[in-house]
């Protein structure tokens, strides 16, 4: 059993000291009103949810059900753990692919790996680990767009 199988992970996200909100492609997006950090399990999405405006964290549970306000600037941060690899998938988004011009709509992900990715929430959708492990395993939850 490794630590991570005993719960001991965690995220660490730096920003400049020039803006409260962190961004893709080297521009700072401001009015983030959530980021949500999704550590890819070998068998389930865990979830946490941070405020932008206050910076509290929220422990959310596997495959948890993301909220946000339509129109909205929704920061994720996806890490994998464990040994699979993983598809992320969010249909009916596309975000940029950090470090390139390139507009992506899915991210593979292996052991160790981090994706960060910011997205206007236009309409709810459900996000999911396509891979055949992920699917198998039954990793997605609902990402879902409140008026």
Same mark, same amino acid.
């Given at each position: 059993m490794t630590t991570t199988d005993r719960g001991l992970f965690g995220a660490l996200i730096v920003r400049p000291a020039s803006s409260t909100?962190?961004?893709? $492609? $080297? &521009?700072?997006?401001?009015g983030v009103s959530r980021e949500y950090v999704l550590y890819l399990g070998d068998d389930a999405f865990w979830g946490m949810e941070i405020d932008g405006a206050t910076g509290k964290q929220t422990a959310l549970g596997a495959n948890?059900?993301?909220? /946000? +306000?339509?129109?909205t600037n929704v920061n994720f941060h996806l890490i994998a753990l464990g040994t699979n690899f993983h598809r992320f998938e969010l249909p009916g988004y596309q975000?940029?692919?950090?470090?390139?011009?390139?507009?992506?709509?899915?991210?593979?992900? $292996?052991?160790?790996? &981090?994706? *960060?990715f910011t997205v &206007?929430?236009?309409? @709810? @959708?459900?996000?999911?680990?396509?891979? #055949? /492990? $992920?699917? *198998? +395993?039954?990793?997605?939850?609902? #990402?879902? *767009? @409140?008026h």
């Amino acid at each position: 059993m490794t630590t991570t199988d005993r719960g001991l992970f965690g995220a660490l996200i730096v920003r400049p000291a020039s803006s409260t909100n962190w961004a893709q $492609g $080297g &521009k700072f997006t401001k009015g983030v009103s959530r980021e949500y950090v999704l550590y890819l399990g070998d068998d389930a999405f865990w979830g946490m949810e941070i405020d932008g405006a206050t910076g509290k964290q929220t422990a959310l549970g596997a495959n948890p059900n993301l909220i /946000a +306000q339509q129109n909205t600037n929704v920061n994720f941060h996806l890490i994998a753990l464990g040994t699979n690899f993983h598809r992320f998938e969010l249909p009916g988004y596309q975000w940029i692919d950090p470090g390139t011009h390139f507009t992506i709509n899915q991210k593979i992900l $292996g052991p160790l790996e &981090k994706h *960060v990715f910011t997205v &206007k929430a236009t309409r @709810s @959708s459900r996000y999911q680990d396509t891979a #055949f /492990a $992920g699917k *198998v +395993q039954g990793m997605r939850g609902d #990402f879902i *767009v @409140s008026h």
